[in-house]
């Protein structure tokens, strides 16, 4: 099965703890950019054929990410729409998510996404509390959000997720428990729990790396404030039905983000529009991986996606370990041996133990190594301790 995924970086206003490739544009390009999408589904098959990629025809799960993507016209919807499944033969049962802004979903937008068979939307909330919503840009309060949540459960789509970050300017752990309150309270089946990323690629990130005071960067929370939200986050959210699955996901069983999965398992994906990824595999099980330019002019233009590269064995035992590890499930010892070897799994295995040692990793199932409650905190130190070991054999 393949899962598809579609950039629409269209926004109202650019947030400050931003770092996608995204921006505000006027709703003139909305028609271009969708028709320039068109053209890559209709030309995706001759181009993996010539790449000597398999592509599944089946589609289980599209995801529309952003950027806003209800910012397009019904009428634009229904177009893209109307091509995925012209191109692909989209599954009944797939899981369809839209991510959406609190306060910009128009009424006939979400009766557009009902009608197109949209089973997820995911509501970038980023706080609950008015002012920390403020402070990083957003244009939507609390009751705007709660209401936003309750139109699309009344439209029939029951599948509703809502992401928080931890670590806003002016956050404090009273105000991260409103936040989570209100989650909780409005019945929402997944969550992702986000803690603020600190990068030249936002305006938010290049004032902290400078110790700049703009968008309120000296009210940003200290590291370890932002690791205590983040674990309360845990417990809260499992005490009121949503166990955590992977490091930044929560869900109630069975509302797993079936798309998301797909990365974290290394299953097959294409990417659509401004800086997407793709990965599939040769006929022969190898992993290619290619992606399209983060310039919107320039993916305007471009022919597609950049030529795909082809992972060797080292790199292919690496993704499976810091992808599967962000699982709580883990990576299964076993399903490595199979895919690599015994001897190949065998290099890993003092590593393994030496991060046991630090409470880091844990066995699960026998079989299976997971990270602890203190590894996925310090996960980016797990996941390079696996990059530093030798050559796949």
């Known amino acids: 099965m393949l899962g598809l995924y579609l950039s629409v970086p269209f926004c109202r206003s650019k947030c400050t703890y931003c770092n996608f490739a995204s921006g505000v544009f006027p709703a003139s390009h909305h028609d271009r950019y969708i028709a320039r999408i068109e053209q890559d589904l209709i030309a995706v098959r001759k181009r993996a054929k010539h790449s000597g990629a398999q592509l599944p025809q089946a589609v289980d799960s599209i995801y529309l990410g952003g950027g806003t993507p209800s910012l397009l016209s019904p009428t634009l919807f229904r177009r893209l729409f109307t091509s995925l499944r012209r191109e692909f033969a989209v599954l009944p049962t797939a899981e369809i998510t839209v991510e959406c802004a609190p306060g910009q979903l128009e009424p006939a937008v979400l ?20 002012r920390e919503a403020k402070s990083i840009g957003r244009l939507h309060n609390r009751a705007i959000a709660l209401e936003d949540i309750r139109r699309v459960q009344a439209a029939g789509i029951n599948d509703v997720s809502v992401d928080l970050i931890a670590g806003l300017p002016g956050q404090t752990l009273d105000s991260w428990y409103e936040s989570l309150g209100a989650l909780a309270e409005s019945g929402v089946d997944h969550a992702s729990i986000y803690m603020l990323e600190v990068d030249d690629e936002s ?10 005071g703009r968008y309120r960067a000296k009210e940003v929370p200290g590291d370890d404030l932002i690791a205590d939200l983040y674990t309360e986050a845990i417990a809260y959210l499992a005490g009121h039905g949503l166990a955590q699955y992977e490091i930044s996901n929560f869900a109630r069983s069975g509302s797993e983000s079936q798309h998301n999965l797909k990365y974290w398992r290394r299953q097959p994906y294409l990417g659509f529009g401004l800086d997407a990824h793709s990965m599939l595999r040769t006929h022969a099980g190898a992993t290619l991986r290619f992606g399209t330019t983060d310039d919107f002019d320039a993916y305007l233009e471009s022919p597609g996606w950049s030529e795909p590269r082809r992972l060797d064995r080292e790199e292919e035992m690496d993704e499976a370990w810091f992808l599967g590890l962000r699982l709580n499930e883990g990576v299964s010892l076993a399903a490595l041996r199979g895919e690599f070897s015994a001897s190949a799994v065998r290099e890993f295995l003092s590593t393994i133990a030496e991060l046991e040692d630090d409470n880091l990793l844990t066995f699960v199932g026998g079989d299976r190594v997971a990270l602890t409650a203190r590894g996925r905190l310090l996960s980016n130190e797990v996941f390079g301790r696996f990059l530093a070991e030798p050559a796949v054999a």
Not at 111 to 130: H, N
Not at 203 to 212: A, F, K, S, T, Y
């Open 111 to 130: 009766e557009t996404l009902a009608e197109c068979g949209v089973t997820r939307v995911s509501f970038g909330v980023q706080s609950f509390v008015d």
């Open 203 to 212: 305006r938010l990130g290049r004032e902290l790396l400078v110790n700049g």
